[in-house]
């Protein structure tokens, strides 16, 4: 059992001594009543002992009452100086109390064996320092990092060492206060107070400095960090700081190395206009040439004065120049295209000034080009083309601009329709730009409606044009649907112009198609044709025989679009006409070639009597055989002369004959030019002796020989000739030219004769097509088509040129080395290649 006494000494002393009193009674009492108990007073027995006993045991327990009263009294003058000593420790412990909270602080106290005590928490002020005791000890919370990092650090040395410290510490929300601590005997205090004064200033000042400091570093960290040189020059004009790209710009090893030898950037001309610059207090911009990292490029250069000191930069711009010098030869490419473009454009500033138009601009509106270039306001450009008319009037010529230019504001797409008062139609289109400024567009329509119109009209009559045809037109689109057809293919196909009307596909079509017609082979070929997308389209035709005996050729032909055009046309008729001259055609083949047999066993029998007749004639006018009078040799002369007339021509027509049989074996030899030239002359010269005309050679001295049939060659040679001749007027020239070019002969033989009209040139080569064109010359007409045929069997080419009344010239070229062989053009003959 545990007793609680009061706790006021002067109660506790008065309380022991009352105690100890009634002890000593109690034990005087307890004795009495045992010694009366025992013996009783009224006892025989009671003797002098027992009463000396209790004599003494009375005594002892008086002056144990006195003793104890004695002790009491001692105790009560201690309780009376405890209680005096008490009172004063109250008053000293209630002025300590009120001095330490007279202050505003916070007092942290540790002593050894114990826990941390906060004494005192008087401060408020501080922003950021917390309000309960238990947060101040988190310093980490409260304290900006490195203030906290600097407490801790001086807590574990004051406990460790006992170091005294004070310091100036910076809470997260910006408050300043005062760190001291202080050691005793053990004991450990630690004192937060705000700071003032003086100590303000100096946290000020600190604070600022770590500031600027860290500005510094990460400032001039950033510098070097940039590509461009970045320096810094003191109050005495040289160099105290460099980035790391000056250094490289300047090809020097280290930023020591620049700073010592003050390694310039600028050359000392451009420096000169730096302190030009600085000294009238102005900063120095300017785009220069530097030597930087051995090339010279351009840079803009800014320098300007910081305190006495200057701070400079240079800016590497060569790419901006190349970009520059690229966007402003595309801005003037682009200026040049949009001067070039009939859409009349202007450009306006985010201000409503004209920043640019091209010459359709001016041009559209008959404006001078000296006005525009003032850059006049748009409005100002709206008001001007009402004042010249141009403009059809509006009721509120205010609200309309207003709604024209309401693009700046709004940012809406204008779009409208001009009618100009001259009749233009024009398509005005505005769009703001990105830099806030408007793009104007101009487009002349009046010549598009109308073509429109004309387009629309001429597709109307198309439409009936088509419609009007007997032949049946589709047309497929891409999707594979008709498009357009026309009243002959609802005919041909017996559809109804209703169901083409709803454009069905092509599938839908050919469906339909096939009742009268089911080849499918042929439908699929046109169904892939129309819906296959392929990179090469294919154009193909047909004819189609449908079951009713109708007979129908198609078409079908991919359109630049994509779509497919096709085609029918009932043909039935003309197929039966055709038919019948193609057997009309075969039987005068026929015809013709029995001609040519006839004509050519003709020849050959006729041949020999003809020779036969020759020879006779020949011996005749032989004066072996007798003499003959005058009238007698002028008739053999004329039976010689047709006689060899009708062999030439028999001759020439068994060379047609044995051409058009392809059996003609032509003996390329080499050829002497002047030999072959002399041989068909001296078949000509009689004739032309006697009708008093002039040969003309003329033969190049490169030419020597070629390689063809000598015989035909000369044969050639005379038939052109003897037409000069015989086509010549009495004292006329016949000319004979022979040259070389590029591996080809070239003869040309020219008169100054009657000539060939226009209109017969073209069948002069024809088979017994003989005009006298008023000359005396007469003939089969088969001199000109042999040539041709003998010329094309050389491999070679014949023209002719002819006026009438001023002569004809034939050319013919000629293969130096022909590349067939003889026997080949044969066979080529054999294959169809006729002559005409």
Request: charged share 25%; with cysteine; glycine share 8%.
């Amino acid at each position: 059992m545990r007793l609680s006494y009061p706790q006021d000494p002067k109660l506790t002393t008065r309380l022991q001594l009352a105690l100890l009193l009634i002890a000593a009674m109690a034990c005087v009492a307890t004795m009495l009543a045992g010694f009366v108990n025992g013996h009783g007073i009224g006892s025989v027995e009671f003797d002098f002992r027992h009463t000396w006993l209790f004599l003494t045991v009375a005594v002892g327990a008086l002056a144990a009452i006195a003793v104890t009263w004695r002790i009491g009294s001692v105790a009560r003058r201690e309780a009376r100086a405890a209680k005096s000593e008490s009172v004063h420790l109250r008053r000293n412990l209630a002025a300590a109390d009120a001095i330490i909270r007279a202050e505003p602080q916070v007092l942290v106290f540790w002593e050894q064996g114990q826990a941390v005590r906060i004494v005192s928490h008087t401060l408020a002020s501080v922003p950021g320092l917390p309000e309960h005791h238990a947060e101040i000890l988190r310093f980490g919370q409260w304290l900006e990092s490195t203030s906290a990092h600097a407490l801790k650090a001086a807590l574990d040395k004051l406990f460790v060492n006992g170091r005294s410290f004070s310091i100036i510490l910076k809470t997260i929300a910006g408050g300043i206060i005062e760190a001291e601590g202080r050691a005793a005997g053990g004991r450990a205090v630690l004192r937060l107070k705000e700071v003032s004064g003086y100590k303000l200033e100096i946290a000020r000042i600190e604070d600022q400095h770590a500031t600027l400091a860290r500005d510094i570093r990460s400032s001039r960290a950033l510098l070097n960090t940039l590509p461009m040189p970045v320096w810094l020059r003191g109050i005495d004009n040289r160099l105290i700081w460099v980035n790391a790209a000056y250094v490289q710009a300047v090809d020097a090893k280290s930023e020591i190395e620049v700073l010592e030898h003050q390694i310039e950037l600028l050359e000392g001309r451009q420096r000169k206009s730096v302190s030009r610059m600085l000294a009238a207090g102005q900063t120095y911009r300017s785009r220069i040439h530097l030597v930087s990292g051995g090339e010279r490029k351009a840079h803009d250069v800014v320098v300007l004065p910081v305190d006495g000191m200057t701070a400079g930069a240079a800016v590497d711009v060569t790419d901006i120049e190349s970009v520059q010098g690229e966007l402003e030869r595309q801005s003037s490419a682009y200026d040049r295209t949009l001067d070039r473009v009939e859409t009349a454009v202007a450009i306006f500033s985010p201000d409503h000034k004209l920043a640019f138009y091209n010459a359709a601009f001016a041009k559209l509106w008959s404006l001078d080009t000296d006005w525009l270039s003032s850059h006049p306001s748009d409005s100002v450009i709206l008001d001007r083309l009402r004042e010249i008319g141009v403009l059809e009037p509006v009721v509120n010529h205010r609200d309309w601009k207003a709604q024209v230019l309401g693009c700046y504001q709004t940012g809406t797409p204008f779009d409208d329709t001009w009618n100009l008062t001259d009749g233009r139609i024009l398509h005005v289109m505005a769009e703001q730009r990105p830099d806030g400024g408007v793009t104007f567009l101009f487009a002349d329509e009046t010549e598009r409606l109308a073509l429109e119109s004309r387009y629309n009209a001429l597709i109307d009559v198309q439409r009936e044009t088509l419609n009007s045809l007997k032949e049946g037109v589709a047309v497929f689109g891409t999707n594979g649907r008709l498009k357009l057809s026309n009243k002959a293919f609802c005919s041909i196909w017996q559809m109804q112009q209703k169901r083409l009307a709803e454009l069905p596909h092509v599938g839908e079509v050919i469906a339909a198609a096939q009742t009268l017609h089911p080849d499918n082979n042929t439908w699929l070929r046109i169904n892939r044709a129309v819906t296959a997308f392929l990179d090469e389209r294919e154009t193909f035709s047909g004819q189609m025989t449908r079951d009713d005996g109708v007979v129908v050729d198609y078409a079908l032909m991919p359109l630049p679009d994509g779509a497919t055009l096709m085609t029918f046309a009932d043909v039935t008729d003309a197929k039966r006409a055709e038919r019948a001259l193609v057997e009309r055609n075969e039987a005068l083949v026929a015809a013709d070639r029995l001609k040519t047999k006839i004509i050519g066993h003709i020849s050959y029998e006729l041949r020999t009597p003809l020779q036969t007749i020759i020879g006779f004639t020949e011996l005749m006018a032989d004066r072996a055989f007798g003499d003959l009078t005058g009238k007698q040799r002028e008739y053999l002369a004329d039976i010689m002369s047709s006689s060899n007339t009708l062999l030439a021509i028999i001759n020439n027509i068994i060379d047609l004959a044995t051409i058009d049989a392809g059996v003609l074996q032509l003996k390329p030899t080499p050829v002497g030019v002047r030999a072959l030239i002399d041989a068909a002359i001296l078949g000509i010269r009689e004739r032309a002796v006697r009708n008093r005309l002039t040969i003309e050679i003329a033969v190049a001295d490169e030419v020597d020989e070629f390689v063809a049939d000598e015989s035909r060659m000369r044969q050639v040679l005379y038939n052109l000739l003897s037409n000069a001749v015989g086509f010549s007027k009495i004292n006329g020239t016949v000319q004979l030219a022979c040259w070389s070019d590029n591996g080809t002969i070239i003869f040309r033989v020219e008169d100054d004769g009657v000539g060939i009209p226009k209109d017969r040139i073209g069948r002069i080569f024809e088979r017994f097509e003989s005009q006298s064109s008023g000359s005396e010359h007469r003939g089969a007409g088969l001199g000109l088509s042999i040539v041709k045929s003998l010329v094309e069997l050389h491999g070679g080419t014949i023209e002719v040129f002819s006026e009438e009344n001023r002569g004809t010239r034939v050319t013919i070229r000629l293969p130096e080395h022909p590349v067939t062989p003889a026997s080949e053009g044969s066979a080529w003959l054999a294959s169809g290649g006729r002559a005409a």
